[in-house]
């Protein structure tokens, strides 16, 4: 998996205090907190110093890079504490300055449960432009129930107009997911945080030769805007402003939890894409716990990094 890092901005180290360091080193002394009684003399003699010796001081200003995976792990890894048992994988970018994040959580893929059925909305709408068309009235109403209220046999009528689970491959390849794999019963198709960063990438992009159109684009928008009052959990609550798509699956074998969440937020007049999957809760609502707080520790970790 790719290394993100960013660069942080450092103020360059004057010149004299490189002296004084310098000078400390060669007499087996450290300088902390305070330059020592001598120092005046030290700055004296670099005053002198030829031309030849700035661009040694320049090098001083280069800015130390950030490995921001490194940091969303450091961030993210520590709320597992608080779900024993359960597994976290979580990838945030900031839409406007390109800096992303992605902790893998240790799980080759997740089991999208509902977050799948942006995935079938974005297959049925690619279908539609290859046609020519618009969406049916018949699609529109499906695609409102299946987004909105997560409505399954809505799903499940859709997932067949795309041509099924080989169909809904066959999208996510044109739109660049290279680890999801669809499955007929659709909330076991597995998945990883990275894929749905892509997919919300495809959703909440900009690009005008984009897979999917504006008028697409915006439509499934204007949906994941709207799901009802009961599912505006998740990433939302890392911003002040939100569209998402939460999935929630109960495994009949264990009796534990897939919680899963994505979508795009706004926090402090930054826009960010945030997905978050969480397999093994304890319970439905731990599992919204753990998913919550850590789109809002990954957000913060992109601040940070502004």
Not at 147 to 160: F, G, M, P, Q, R
Request: with cysteine.
């Amino acid at each position: 998996m790719p290394r993100h890092r960013v660069r942080r901005s450092v103020p360059p180290v004057s010149l004299a205090a490189a002296v004084m360091l310098a000078a400390s080193a060669a007499t087996g002394t450290y300088l902390v907190g305070r330059s020592p009684d001598r120092a005046p003399a030290a700055v004296a003699s670099v005053s002198s110093a030829s031309p030849a010796s700035s661009p040694a001081s320049a090098e001083s200003s280069e800015e130390p890079v950030v490995d921001l995976d490194a940091e969303l792990a450091g961030a993210v890894a520590p709320l597992l504490g608080t779900a024993p048992g359960a597994a976290l994988s979580v990838a945030v970018l900031d839409s406007g300055g390109g800096a992303r994040a992605v902790y893998g959580g240790g799980k080759a893929a997740y089991d999208t449960a509902s977050i799948v059925k942006v995935d079938i909305l974005a297959a049925l709408l690619l279908r539609a432009q290859d046609e020519g068309r618009e969406l049916t009235a018949d699609e529109r109403a499906r695609a409102a129930a299946m987004i909105e209220k997560s409505d399954n046999d809505s799903a499940t009528a859709l997932l067949a107009a795309v041509g099924g689970a080989a169909g809904l491959d066959a999208a996510n390849e044109r739109l660049g997911l290279t680890a999801t794999t669809a499955a007929q019963a659709w909330g076991l198709t597995r998945t990883t945080a990275a894929d749905q960063l892509t997919l919300l990438g495809a959703v909440f992009g900009t690009e005008a030769d984009a897979e999917l159109g504006a008028t697409s684009r915006a439509y499934v928008r204007g949906l994941m805007s709207q799901v009802e009052a009961d599912q505006q959990w998740g990433v939302s609550a890392a911003g002040e402003s939100w569209a998402l798509k939460n999935g929630w699956m109960p495994r009949s074998a264990t009796g534990l939890w897939n919680v899963n969440s994505i979508g795009r937020v706004t926090a402090d007049g930054h826009t960010y894409l945030v997905a978050v999957l969480c397999d093994g809760g304890q319970t439905k609502e731990s599992g919204i716990s753990l998913v919550e707080s850590a789109a809002k520790a990954a957000v913060e970790v992109l601040k940070a990094a502004r």
